[in-house]
């Protein structure tokens, strides 16, 4: 059996649908905390203070130290650079 | 998606070296492999490479839902690089993230499998849905989402096998507040379902060669 497009795209959003309100059920039951509040209050331990981009900020952040962060980040993308020149795709 | 957010010390050493000890032993594998392949896939080492610079560029990213989450890449890596590079590029993104301070060193072998099993069954699913679910867009997206549900169910069993050391949580409580993170990853995991399925439906259209196989 050979699912068309439409009949892939029903299952797809319909298991979205229903992951979606899982999901917000157990968002209102938590409350607002940042990924690493909800883990520690999960089990326990308290928060450390080794990762940011906790629930109290309030827009995009980055998690660990940002100099090394772009340090890495340009080294990554200078390794696809070479890649890309010497294999292609 | 799915990440154990602790610190160094929250493992005793016995599980920290069980899950570092069986994410190396699968590296090895996955090496072996490679290099019993009679000619290097150029191709796929080049996508791994991409994969690898977005995953670590993205998964440092706080993303303001939620309180905070972050994406992880790893079914739209499995789907493209296959689950031996996919594995070698989420042991390399939690090996980079332990380095600028996000995760822990000792959980880096705990976080490989939890992703190494986001990859593996994502690309599983977009595998065996190749001839029932035709649309690229719709394929991926399920494939995302039972990927990431997957991990989500790794990531509870390995915190509950290992258990945390210094706390009072009796495992029940434990379990439901980590049913509660799967809850809420999961509604994050929809983010990158559609934007999982976007990529390989763009991809699917502009570079079909890039899919094959798949």
């Known amino acids: ?89 | 998606m799915a990440h154990i957010h602790l610190e160094d010390g929250s493992f005793s050493p016995l599980f920290v070296l069980l899950w570092w000890g069986t994410a190396l032993a699968l590296i090895a594998i996955a090496l072996y492999l490679l290099r019993s392949a009679r000619k290097p896939d150029q191709k796929r080492i080049t996508i791994a490479a991409f994969c690898a610079a977005a995953a670590f560029a993205v998964f440092q990213v706080s993303i303001p839902i939620a309180g905070g989450v972050h994406l992880n890449l790893t079914p739209l890596i499995g789907i493209l690089a296959g689950p031996i590079f996919g594995l070698l590029i989420v042991f390399i993104t939690n090996i980079l993230s332990a380095a600028i301070g996000h995760g822990g060193w000792g959980l880096v072998g705990a976080n490989t499998l939890v992703n190494f099993s986001e990859v593996v069954v994502a690309w599983g699913i977009f595998h065996v849905l190749r001839n029932l679910v035709p649309d690229l867009f719709s394929r991926a997206g399920i494939a995302t989402l039972i990927g990431l549900m997957v991990g989500n169910c790794v990531m509870i069993g390995i915190v509950m096998v290992s258990g945390i050391q210094g706390v009072n949580q009796s495992p029940e409580q434990v379990l439901f507040g980590l049913s509660i993170i799967a809850a809420i990853n999961m509604g994050v995991a929809i983010i990158e379902a559609l934007m999982t399925g976007l990529v390989v439906a763009y991809i699917g259209k502009m570079r079909p060669d890039l899919l094959e196989g798949r």
Do not use: Q
């Open chain 1, 1 to 89: 059996m050979v699912m068309t497009g439409n009949h892939g795209r029903l299952i797809f959003f319909g298991l979205v649908l229903l992951v979606g309100i899982i999901s917000i059920f157990a968002f209102n039951g938590s409350g607002t905390k940042g990924i690493e509040e909800r883990f520690s209050s999960a089990l326990g331990v308290s928060p450390g203070d080794e990762e940011h981009g906790s629930g109290s900020d309030p827009g995009f952040s980055l998690e660990g130290n940002p100099p090394l962060y772009t340090i890495i980040l340009v080294l990554l993308v200078g390794v696809c650079w070479v890649m890309y020149r010497k294999f292609g795709t």
